[in-house]
């Protein structure tokens, strides 16, 4: 299915969204929660999976795409979003949580690109977004990103969401990248993607990296993020007031008689 084109426009630094210029019966599947705002004449609605295969596949079909999406963590539905007007109208998608958001021209990743669970954000109606199984035990088991992938494939625009700060890095033939597991946004399809044991007791137990990270080998684009979203929830667990009342305080001599007198208590 050929996808629709569509014009965009990204906003923001920290809590990016992108904003999609539809023509005329033109239409843009969204994942369910994203949607920000979109003027008059649009109308949305839920589907099953990405709508990529809505005509002619029957109701079966229509559940299988739909439930494939569930082994990834998603819902089994998503949102499209046409221009029922004359003009050109305009529909906005926000990414989740601080970061960045990814553009990806498929037509220039030679229609499929692999990506985290999770952080497809939206894209033309005719791009198709499915599971990418893992064929390695180990990068199943310890790849952090479990046996299944996302991956988005069609001839189209897609948006996907990460954390922090975002990094590309082009690798050459048989050229090789490591990085922590949480941290990879997505690669294209000819990057070989497994994980490494770190190596060392000190190592593996004090060093605070966990005991795997991936590696990445090229040819190929990687792209990954400075602040995985698992990262910064730990980060906010570790921070957050215990039973006893007690929490963490950044450089206050009060301690806890400082929440006391602080103004606002309601988180």
Not at 117 to 129: H, I, M
Not at 130 to 139: A, D, N, V, W, Y
Request: hydrophobic share 40%; proline share 3%; with cysteine.
């Amino acid at each position: 299915m050929q996808a629709h084109e569509i014009d965009y426009q990204i906003f923001g630094e920290e809590m990016q969204y992108v904003e999609i210029e539809l023509d005329p019966q033109e239409i843009v599947i969204a994942e369910a929660g994203s949607f920000m705002m979109m003027e008059n004449n649009i109308q949305m609605e839920t589907i099953f999976g990405d709508g990529s295969q809505q005509q002619g596949s029957g109701l079966f079909g229509k559940l299988l795409n739909a439930g494939k999406r569930v082994l990834t963590g998603e819902s089994l539905f998503m949102t499209a979003f046409l221009n029922q007007g004359n003009t050109k109208r305009k529909v906005s998608f926000a990414s989740p949580y601080p970061g960045k958001i990814l553009p990806i021209d498929l037509t220039e990743f030679q229609g499929k690109f692999i990506c985290q669970k999770s952080s497809f954000l939206c894209a033309a109606k005719g791009v198709s977004v499915g599971i990418e199984f893992s064929q390695k035990l180990g990068r199943g088991l310890f790849g952090g990103e479990g046996f299944i992938m996302q991956k988005i494939e069609g001839d189209g625009m897609a948006f996907v969401h990460s954390g922090g700060t975002m990094a590309k890095k082009v690798l050459a033939h048989g050229e090789i990248l490591k990085v922590d597991t949480g941290c990879i946004i997505g690669f294209t399809k000819d990057v070989d993607y497994d994980i490494e044991f770190i190596g060392g007791i000190k190592n593996s137990i004090f060093g605070g990296e966990g005991l795997f990270y991936a590696t990445l080998k090229g040819p190929g684009t990687v792209y990954v993020q400075s602040l995985p979203f698992s990262r910064l929830a730990d980060r906010i667990i570790a921070s957050a007031p215990r039973s006893s009342g007690n929490s963490r305080d950044e450089g206050s001599l009060l301690g806890g008689l400082g929440n006391l007198l602080d103004g606002d208590n309601r988180f």
